[in-house]
């Protein structure tokens, strides 16, 4: 399995402002997702980051909202722009393995918005 | 979206009982995958079963899979404390391929 890190573990910030995340794994990887959880929530899948390509976002995510690079195989970063309170939330990455059937996911980044 | 439903939502035992939860779901999948959350922490990878198989085991897991009814259980066998955990089941819609659409999960607290 992936071995994927994620920065920061978690922040307190300011609405207004915003923050990048950055989702590193320790081999190449084709697929990358990037996921919330709100607090006591399930997960929802924002958007899928490709090498080399756009990220797809699925329905209610935004890029202006939520812009994403995918600069390698290994790397990905999520940006939550213009932040409120309402996207305190958890922030993880995933990728699939190479069948891409089974998904590991990061640590998560635990965001709190002020 | 979340694709379906987890029942029970929450789920108290003592050490050494079994501990069942369920899992449906809407749309036909290429497989559905169990996972385990500690105090809001990452996800940890359990147990994948493809769409054409009925059960499968994975140490004190069993996780069986009914694509007629769209549903699936999650039995921990033996429970013990450090089962303590959230636990999710996600799909894989077959017309979206590498998406998991996840359950609203089972909250399991096993008391010693």
């Known amino acids: 399995s992936a071995v994927i890190s994620q920065k920061p573990s978690r922040d307190i910030c300011q609405r207004g402002t915003s923050l990048t995340i950055q989702c590193q794994v320790d081999s190449q990887v084709t697929m990358m997702f990037w996921y919330r959880q709100q607090p006591g929530q399930s997960l929802t899948l924002i958007a899928t980051a490709n090498q080399g390509s756009e990220a797809t976002y699925e329905s209610g995510f935004v890029i202006d909202k939520f812009p994403i690079s995918r600069p390698n195989l290994t790397f990905s970063t999520l940006t939550v722009s213009n932040m409120s309170p309402e996207d305190s939330s958890i922030y993880l990455c995933?990728?699939?393995?190479?069948?891409?059937?089974?998904?590991?996911f990061g640590p998560g980044t635990r965001l709190l918005v002020l | 979206s979340q694709q379906g439903e987890e029942d029970p939502q929450a789920l108290s035992i003592q050490e050494g009982e079994n501990a069942t939860m369920n899992c449906s779901y809407k749309t036909s999948i290429n497989n559905l995958q169990w996972y385990r959350q500690n105090s809001g922490r990452g996800l940890v990878h359990l147990i994948l079963?493809?769409?054409?198989?009925r059960e499968k085991h994975s140490g004190r897991l069993r996780v069986t899979l009914d694509t007629s009814k769209k549903s699936s259980s999650l039995l921990i066998t033996a429970s013990r404390a450090a089962d303590t955990a959230s636990y999710f089941c996600?799909?894989?819609?077959?017309?979206?391929?590498?998406?998991?659409?996840f359950g609203a999960g089972t909250q399991v607290v096993v008391t010693p």
């Open positions: 995933s990728v699939a393995d190479t069948s891409q059937e089974t998904q590991y």
């Open positions: 079963i493809r769409s054409n198989e």
């Open positions: 996600a799909t894989a819609p077959t017309d979206s391929w590498g998406k998991l659409q």
